[in-house]
């Protein structure tokens, strides 16, 4: 039998695949910043995966500092930006 997976999956899937699309908006020279990130999230624990969209908006404010209109690193907030309406509109939009 097939199993479903989970609310806490889908949404932790949901955000690994947020992640990996704001690393190949990335410039090559700076796709290596979010490794880290990456390696948090997939020790995150499902039940938890909400609470993951802190330490994006963290790593955004911190290292992704070119985000004007023309920047480099405008594309990729735009996608975390974008995705964080979905997340909310998709779960918790009541």
Avoid at 1 to 21: C, H, I, K, R, Y
Avoid at 28 to 49: C, F, Q, Y
């Amino acid at each position: 039998m097939e199993q479903l997976p989970t609310v806490d999956n889908a949404q932790l899937a949901f955000v690994g695949e947020t992640l990996a699309m704001m690393q190949d908006k990335l410039p090559e020279e700076d796709k290596d910043v979010m490794n880290g990130l990456r390696d948090s999230w997939a020790h995150t624990a499902p039940e938890i995966a909400y609470l993951f969209w802190k330490k994006i908006h963290q790593f955004c404010c911190a290292a992704l500092t070119d985000t004007a209109p023309d920047g480099k690193h405008f594309s990729v907030c735009e996608v975390y930006n974008t995705r964080y309406k979905e997340f909310v509109e998709r779960w918790y939009n009541d």
